[in-house]
């Protein structure tokens, strides 16, 4: 006699059917719902990026007029005088650096004065007397301090604190003058940088 039996798998089938027809709805689902959303998201994204894009190309638009050379070129006026009045040497408005002050005369027995105003502050009165060999002005250290500007010649042994290239907001003036007329000449050079923006 023979032994044959019969395995029904039949509700393994019938699960793994009902498995398949769930899966296919969720994909259903999702190429349906989520595949056009992630579309439509980045369909925005490339909106804001283009956005973005605009607002940078306009930014580049007002920075490629600045020009690159912000603190400006250095730049000397010299002058003469042989009156005694004040007479300008410089006489600019905007934004910088002072670099740098220097004057002599060439006649040792009269003197020059020079006035020094910054952004409206005007310096004491410097005058020098008695050699032809050109003094370099600076500022003390109490103009960093207050409003007042104390010019004078360089001179090691007093040991003061003085500053190059001081910075100016608004306007810089220099005036020099001869006490004797016609007794030599007074002359001065200034050197500075103008900002340019």
């Known amino acids: 006699m023979s032994n044959s039996f019969n395995i029904s798998v039949a ?6 059917s009902t ?10 689902l999702i190429r349906g719902t989520d595949v056009p959303n992630i579309q439509t998201n980045i369909n925005a994204n ?7 894009d605009g607002i940078v190309d306009a930014i580049k638009l007002k ?9 400006g070129t250095l730049t000397c006026v010299n002058d003469t005088t042989v009156l005694n009045t004040w007479v300008e040497i410089l006489n600019i408005s905007g934004q910088g650096i002072l670099a740098h002050i220097a004057v002599n005369i060439t006649d040792a027995s009269n003197t020059i004065s020079c006035v020094l105003t910054i952004d409206g502050v005007v310096s004491n009165t410097f005058s020098h ?10 500022l003390s250290h109490s ?6 500007l104390f010019l004078s010649k360089y001179d090691k042994s007093l040991n003061m604190n003085f500053f190059n290239h001081i910075h100016f907001d608004t306007s810089l003036v220099f005036k020099i003058a001869l006490t004797l007329t016609d007794t030599g000449s007074a002359n001065a050079t200034i050197s500075y940088l103008l900002d340019n923006f």
């Open 11 to 16: 509700p393994e089938i019938a699960a793994l």
């Open 19 to 28: 498995l398949v027809t769930t899966v296919d709805t969720v994909v259903d």
């Open 46 to 52: 490339e909106t804001k990026i283009d956005t973005i």
């Open 63 to 71: 920075t490629d007029t600045i020009p690159q050379n912000v603190r």
């Open 129 to 138: 007397t008695g050699d032809t060999v050109t003094q370099m002005l600076l």
């Open 143 to 148: 103009y960093s301090t207050s409003a007042a």
